[in-house]
């Protein structure tokens, strides 16, 4: 845990009149698991959107691995990323949705296979045993021939998590994962973010609501305000012994 | 006598059958009018839709002026334009060909926006997954796009492939011997338009039946497994 594999140096992003992010700077090192709180507005979404390359930055820099995400090296320095430079760069990156997107018209072992077949060019034997593995591990082993809409919504998460590991990032990001769950499936859906959590190498970042969760699997927590890190901390800090107002306001909010 | 059949009025019955035949050449004709149109606005009304899609105003504005244009003037106004029209620039159409071509042109405008609801159906949420996934442009747009957007277009063109049939008699003002047309000339000559006239009739339903049942079993035969259809 040396390096920061994720760098956010001054970004800022706005989305017309609104800035989201108000040059913000933050690191994530190597393996580490990162939880991010706060309140709907505040900009942790556009975090992972950025760094999944779904949205662009306006100002400041963002590096993945050492490299600019956003730019490219150019004749007179730094330019505006290509495509084919941000088809390298999101190849270390997998994401979890919300509303986990699966694609619903392809069965759960296609919606794994599709991206290790066509990106990675894995022959579709191997992309088979893969997302049966993946499946084993998610505890979805015999639902591989099921399409997504004959899933529960904890079922079809546990695929989406599937589809992303499937592409084997260094960074998974978990936007919400947990959001559009019925109270009783949140849990099996955790429990597999859980078990990832104890991965060494995985670098994660895990936008939630869930505090109890967070506390549990992260390393660090960024409490987000404003398109800012207002504070961070261990969970234990964080959690128990906040320095700032605003981040006791939002925890006594969102825990009682 | 047309087309080499005579006809036969000894009564309404034998007059029927003796000019079956030929209604049925004009049938024929028609068919390939309603059909030829057809495919045309389904590929222009693709490249439309693809063109108002675009993200440069420059092409995007122009071809939304174009098809609101073509939507909102009258088939007869297209077609006489190509029929004489065109000749005076040098383009000299056969009156089938000029026919089946505003047909098509004429229903480009209304299939472009069938494509276009079509595929701004597809949630944003599917292009994100695939460009998370790495996904090439390419890719998504026939193996996540496509498949997801085409239950959604079929129902819709249908409509559009019965509507077009019922459009060709307008043909007939530029001498095209579709099968209203070859009604009417049988009716002038023998001077009984009953018959005929009830046939056409009688003969369309058969033809649009035949093309709705044939949309309806493409439709139930497509794949649609989980796509979310409103």
Redesign the interface.
Known sequence: MSDPIIKFDKVVKRFGDLTVLDALDFEVMRGEKVSIIGPSGSGKSTVLRIL???EGIDGGLVTVGGEPLWHEPGPDGLRPASEAHL?KM??Q???V?Q?F?????MTVLRNIT??PV??LGLSKADAKLRAEELLERVGLADQAQK????LSGGQQQRVGIA??LA?RPSILLFDEPTSALDPELVGEVLNVIGQLAEEHDLTMLLVTHEMRFAREISDRVCFFDQGQIREEGTPEELFSDPNEDRTREFLKAVLD | MLFGFEWDLSSPLAFALSILPILLIGMWVTIQAAVLGFAVALVLGLVWAVLKAARSRFIAWPASVVTEFIRDTPLLVQLFFLYYVLPEYGIVLPAFMTGALALGIQYSAYTSEVYRAGLEAVAKDQHEAARALNLSAARTFTHIVVPQAVPRIVPAMGNYLVSIMKDVPVLSVVTVLEMLNVAKIVGDRTFDYLVPLSMVGGLYLIMTLVASAGVRLLDGWLPKQGIPLK
Do not use: D, I, S
Not at chain 1, 101 to 105: A, G, I, S
Not at chain 1, 147 to 150: C, E, S
């Open positions: 999944m390359t779904l088809r999101r190849a990156l997998g994401m949705f509303q997107n699966l694609f619903p018209h599709e991206a066509k990106v399409y997504p809409h004959q589809r992303a592409m």
